[in-house]
């Protein structure tokens, strides 16, 4: 009995001590919470109180500046702060965790889903995460085939398994990682409206299935099945991030008509991916390149790693037409879009990896090293990529001067050429 006694008081002390410290935080949260909610007050007021020496300074800068230009701006930093005003709901861990690992998996994506609307920034940035996580289990060079396609087709009856975790998969800490804590992405997608729920499960199990087809496949062999490979990665990536634009109401319906358009925007960035990656690729023993283009260069495209030649760069400039092909489908998709968001969402990448390919264009470092835009760039497009005006004239500016390096007479240079131009028709 004395003993029971002793359990219960000693029980009371720690019940009191435990209330006495989420008191504590609760305090210290809501002292955060309010100095958050002052700062962005106050930055509203810094905005509202120097918009027209903004406006001057822009002007003196580029006196083509116009009006609207400055609004988008000035209306895109007011949605910024809002999004920082806190609404004093508790700290969501999982929520946390999805936009930390996010940033780790990938910043190029992190910087375009945070401006996104709020009503669709969840969603989309637990559709990446799945979405690596399957890219996970896919790229692990440690899986058996047989392993990966279990995995890969019953990983869309997991998306929301919070129980769901592997501790060794994963070619990089990031990702093995991320498998070790899916749950907090399982948690969050268990969160979200039922309908965009559908929209990741159905793409997630068409991609795995796939997948799947070209898991035990020695390379690529026809340009067909390249498209069809970069369909599965990335164009159905598309299509998905379409449908949910559409289910938002950020955008019309209709734009679940162009689908092929959206497949394009995929596929666009995944060839641009995949022929700026050769390097690390082959040294990955990954063969991504298809053998109908590389056979009329070579009879081993891997021997090409650190040991380039002409017929190298030919095999390169071959691979970047191929990409330049799905350009004008892109313009045709973005002139498409209404919300602002989604607009900077989906033309970021799209211009970002436009001057990627005019970087290894004709550049034998790319079968040395992994060669990317400088990180000044990359700011210049966020930036100034604010509307589909300005998204004309970065691409304008940057296909007439890819066009000056083309002074051969190499009939892949001519047909480089054509496909330029017809972007420019398309702006």
Same mark, same amino acid.
């Given at each position: 009995?004395?003993?029971? $006694?002793?359990?219960?008081?000693?029980?009371?002390?720690?019940?009191? +001590?435990?209330?006495?410290?989420?008191? &504590?935080?609760?305090?210290?949260?809501?002292?955060?919470? &309010?100095?958050?909610? *002052?700062?962005?007050?106050?930055?509203?007021?810094?905005?509202?109180?120097?918009? =027209?020496?903004?406006?001057?300074?822009?002007?003196?800068?580029?006196?083509?500046?116009?009006?609207? +230009?400055?609004?988008?701006?000035?209306?895109?930093?007011?949605?910024?702060?809002?999004?920082?005003?806190?609404?004093?709901?508790?700290?969501?861990?999982?929520?946390?965790?999805?936009?930390?690992?996010?940033?780790?998996?990938?910043?190029? !994506?992190?910087?375009?889903?945070?401006?996104?609307?709020?009503?669709?920034?969840?969603?989309?940035?637990?559709?990446?995460?799945?979405?690596?996580?399957?890219?996970?289990?896919?790229?692990?060079?440690?899986?058996?085939?047989? $392993?990966?396609?279990?995995?890969?087709? =019953?990983?869309?009856?997991?998306?929301?398994?919070?129980?769901?975790?592997?501790?060794?998969?994963?070619? %990089?800490?990031?990702?093995?990682?991320?498998?070790?804590?899916?749950? +907090?992405?399982?948690?969050?997608?268990?969160?979200?409206?039922?309908?965009?729920?559908?929209?990741?499960?159905?793409?997630?199990?068409?991609?795995?299935?796939?997948?799947?087809?070209?898991? %035990?496949?020695?390379?690529?062999?026809?340009?067909?099945?390249?498209?069809?490979?970069?369909?599965?990665?990335?164009?159905?990536?598309?299509?998905?991030?379409?449908?949910?634009?559409?289910?938002? /109401?950020?955008?019309?319906?209709?734009? *679940?008509? *162009?689908?092929?358009?959206?497949?394009?925007?995929?596929?666009?960035? &995944?060839? $641009?991916?995949?022929?700026?990656?050769?390097?690390?690729?082959?040294?990955?023993?990954?063969?991504?390149?298809?053998?109908?283009?590389? #056979?009329?260069? $070579?009879?081993?495209?891997?021997?090409?790693?650190?040991?380039?030649?002409?017929?190298?760069?030919?095999?390169?400039?071959?691979?970047? /037409?191929?990409?330049?092909?799905? !350009?004008?489908?892109?313009?045709?998709?973005?002139?498409?879009?209404?919300?602002?968001?989604?607009?900077?969402?989906?033309?970021?990448? &799209?211009?970002?990896?436009?001057?990627?390919?005019?970087?290894?264009?004709?550049?034998?470092?790319?079968? #040395?090293?992994?060669?990317?835009? #400088?990180?000044?760039?990359?700011?210049?497009?966020?930036?100034?990529?604010?509307?589909?005006?300005?998204?004309?004239?970065?691409?304008?500016?940057?296909?007439?001067?890819?066009?000056?390096?083309? /002074? #051969? /007479?190499?009939?892949?240079?001519?047909?480089?050429?054509?496909?330029?131009?017809?972007?420019?028709?398309?702006?």
């Amino acid at each position: 009995m004395a003993n029971r $006694t002793a359990d219960t008081e000693n029980f009371k002390v720690l019940y009191e +001590h435990e209330k006495k410290r989420r008191e &504590q935080a609760e305090a210290q949260l809501e002292e955060a919470n &309010q100095k958050i909610n *002052m700062s962005a007050e106050l930055i509203k007021e810094a905005v509202r109180k120097y918009e =027209n020496i903004y406006r001057k300074l822009l002007q003196f800068k580029d006196p083509d500046y116009k009006e609207e +230009h400055l609004a988008e701006e000035i209306e895109l930093v007011n949605s910024l702060i809002d999004s920082l005003q806190v609404k004093n709901d508790p700290i969501d861990e999982s929520l946390e965790y999805c936009y930390k690992k996010l940033e780790k998996v990938s910043r190029s !994506f992190t910087v375009v889903i945070n401006q996104l609307n709020p009503k669709i920034k969840d969603e989309i940035c637990v559709f990446y995460l799945v979405l690596r996580a399957l890219d996970t289990i896919e790229d692990d060079p440690k899986l058996s085939a047989d $392993t990966k396609i279990i995995l890969l087709k =019953n990983f869309h009856l997991n998306i929301g398994n919070e129980s769901y975790s592997h501790d060794d998969i994963g070619d %990089e800490p990031d990702y093995v990682e991320l498998m070790q804590n899916y749950c +907090h992405v399982a948690k969050i997608f268990n969160k979200l409206e039922e309908k965009y729920q559908k929209i990741i499960e159905d793409i997630t199990k068409k991609m795995a299935d796939g997948m799947c087809e070209f898991i %035990e496949m020695k390379g690529i062999q026809t340009l067909a099945e390249y498209d069809k490979y970069c369909h599965y990665v990335a164009g159905l990536v598309g299509i998905g991030l379409t449908h949910i634009f559409a289910a938002s /109401n950020l955008e019309d319906r209709k734009i *679940m008509e *162009m689908e092929d358009l959206a497949n394009s925007m995929g596929l666009f960035l &995944q060839k $641009t991916n995949i022929t700026r990656d050769y390097a690390e690729d082959v040294e990955k023993k990954r063969f991504f390149w298809p053998n109908e283009l590389c #056979s009329k260069f $070579t009879d081993d495209y891997a021997g090409f790693l650190k040991n380039p030649s002409q017929k190298a760069l030919d095999l390169l400039n071959s691979m970047v /037409n191929d990409a330049l092909r799905h !350009f004008t489908q892109c313009v045709s998709y973005l002139k498409c879009l209404g919300d602002t968001t989604v607009f900077k969402f989906c033309a970021i990448p &799209q211009l970002m990896a436009l001057c990627t390919l005019e970087l290894v264009f004709n550049n034998e470092r790319v079968f #040395s090293e992994n060669v990317k835009i #400088s990180r000044a760039e990359s700011i210049e497009i966020v930036s100034k990529c604010v509307n589909f005006e300005q998204f004309k004239f970065l691409i304008a500016k940057l296909v007439n001067n890819w066009k000056l390096k083309l /002074n #051969s /007479n190499s009939e892949l240079f001519d047909k480089t050429k054509i496909f330029l131009d017809q972007i420019l028709l398309a702006l």
